[in-house]
């Protein structure tokens, strides 16, 4: 069973910058998918970012361009890097690991952007 912990959301203005960070409570390996998905108000679930080693990211079309996601497989930790941030981008952040067909969620962590 694998636990992850997300941090980092909170409250920023539009065009603002936020990093979230997830921590996995089991060694994370680069041929596993890991990434962050969203979910906002009356939405579904949507994929904002992923990676896995020999592939390059793949990104949602909404956040392409202005999120970065990376790893550090050492540390057991996922990032991602959030800039010119957009009202629509507000939503609970879920980090996702999926391994042996299994995706494994966190419990999520709250961005809101407004003025």
């Known amino acids: 069973q694998v636990q992850l912990v997300e941090s980092g959301g909170g409250w920023v203005q539009p065009g603002g910058s936020l990093r979230l960070s ?8 680069s041929g596993y998918w ?5 979910q906002a108000p009356g939405k579904e679930r ?5 990676i896995r080693s020999g592939r390059d990211p ?3 079309d909404s ?5 970065t996601i990376s790893r550090d497989n050492a540390k057991k930790m ?12 507000t939503a609970v952040y879920y980090c ?12 999520g962590t709250r961005v809101t952007v407004s003025s």
């Open 22 to 29: 997830c921590v996995a409570s089991e060694t994370i390996y």
């Open 34 to 38: 890991m990434g962050w998905y969203r």
């Open 46 to 50: 949507e994929l904002v970012a992923r």
């Open 58 to 60: 793949d990104y949602g």
């Open 63 to 67: 956040v392409q361009g202005r999120f």
């Open 78 to 89: 996922v990032y991602l890097r959030m800039n010119r941030l957009k009202p629509e981008d």
């Open 96 to 107: 996702n690991d999926r391994r042996d067909g299994i995706n494994y969620w966190g419990k």
